[in-house]
């Protein structure tokens, strides 16, 4: 079963089970959210932000090339951490070689905070979410045009006065729209702004009671419920969607936890991203 969140104009749809599965698409901005869930539905998205190379995030990778490739789809972009790719040119060249024809794909590793278009209107930038592994989040921004702020409250004669002698009168504007996690500590969150900021966090939240703990989850490269609690005041988010969850938990166990561990003002904000049942 699929789980879905709906933001303005914006669907995600997918799944994101701990240490099982994660991948969730945006149709609307043509992206994938990793590819750890093999569903042939999702090979239609030409962008892939690859967030780390655990199988339950990456184990649909050469599948989702291979079918595009049959398919006769435009080469995909895969967008991921910069010091594994030439690891995964290896793994995806031998893939090609046991299917028998050529894989044609793009591989875009990122550095930290460089931008790449995804879209017009639309770009990215990872951000460090602090795995064992080599890992990054993503934030996806939108571009806008905002009036400049020296004009702000001008009548509006002379702004198109000054507009018709060929002045610029407006600045471009990054909104940072949609933040995704991966496997991620809370310094995903705490030392990444425009995280903070994004309308939406799909945020990785994998622990939920005493038997895990803090320190568990931390050697694990992953958030423990009580840290986003802890730590309430940096999710500025309008919508903060909690993905990953360990399996150990029933939908009651993860609703029980968010209503007695979460202060009133972030619990309000805050989804589970679990299948409707």
Known sequence: MKASFLWKDLRFE?????????????????????????????????????????????????????????????????????????????ILRSYSDLEGFPYSYELRGLDLGERAEIKPGYHLRPWPSFHRVPSQGYTIYQSKKRILPELEGKPRSEIL??????????????????????????????????VQKSEVLFMECTYYCKKKDKAQAREWGHTHIDEIAENSSFFKNKALVLIHPSKRYSMKDLKVALDSKLPADLKSRTYLFLPET
């Open 14 to 90: 997918g799944i994101s089970e701990g240490g099982i599965r994660t991948s969730i698409v945006c149709e609307k901005l043509d992206l994938l959210f990793d590819f750890g869930a093999v569903t042939h539905d999702r090979i239609y998205r030409r962008n892939l932000l690859l967030t780390h190379a655990h199988l339950d995030h990456s184990a649909g990778l050469p599948y989702y090339i291979s079918q595009r490739s049959l398919q006769k789809l435009p080469p995909p972009k895969i967008f991921l951490p910069s010091s594994t790719v030439e690891l995964w040119e290896k």
């Open 161 to 194: 006065e000054r507009k018709a002698r060929g002045e610029d009168i407006q600045s471009n504007l990054e909104v940072p729209l949609v933040s995704f996690s991966g496997d991620a500590k809370i310094e995903y969150v705490i030392e990444n702004p425009d």
